[in-house]
């Protein structure tokens, strides 16, 4: 799979990328690293060598937020979840590569415009806590998105910042969330054929990369700032999400 080591290194510093971000910034941004896998392979085996991976930041990453989340809206936006993950699962028996690279891409460009537009004051953030309807559609969002390109985290952002939580509370939520949805989604992986025995074997080959990228996510967590750590998201999904549409439409 990993034809030279410039893919290799590519790969690495990815799966590492992942593991900063939701060890240490929310699950918003690790799925720029499979923007950046579906670069240099096919969008199905970036997402599945992917999904294993992040499972496995999420195991690492558990513990320090154990109990440090909001669990109501958790609940809410994890049982929401289940609705969009059965959507993505039927969309990817009909859909070919290319659609995923513009679902990847796009949403990669959507979520760095959604990031500019708060930034400039174009989009508000709400100043009242979502309802309970609002969370359930937010949860089946982000369980679509995350199917499709492992890109949950906005819409459950959305809905966790408008309940007022603090910084470690929101992350320990979104720790849970994202596990829980993962599980979800290897079940209809498995069942159509993205796992297959290169990917597992790359999942081997990177799965030190995403202990070593959770743990400096949980150390990061409390050094770097969140402008710095979010400005580099936003060029590299930029970057990503524009070569990703050329590639799909050319």
Known sequence: ????????????????????????????????????????????????????????????????????????????????????????????QIADADVFRLLIGGISLAFVAWQLGMKLGLIRMPRRAMPAWAGALAGATAGFTSFVSHAGGPPAAVYLLSRGLGKTQFQASTVLIFWAINIAKFIPYSFLGIFTAQTLWADLVLAPFAILGAWLGVKAHHIVPERLFFGLTYVLLGVTGIKLIWDALT
């Open 1 to 92: 799979m990993f034809a030279d080591w410039g893919i290799f290194f590519i790969a690495a510093l990815a799966v590492t990328f992942a593991g900063i971000s939701k060890g240490g910034f929310g699950s918003g941004a690790a799925f720029a690293s499979a923007s950046i896998l579906a670069l240099v392979l096919e969008p199905a085996q970036a997402l599945g060598i992917m999904l294993p991976l992040l499972m496995l930041i999420d195991v690492t990453t558990l513990r320090p937020y154990w109990k440090k989340w909001s669990w109501p809206d958790s609940k809410l936006l994890i049982m929401g979840a289940l609705p969009g993950v059965a959507l993505g699962a039927w969309l990817y």
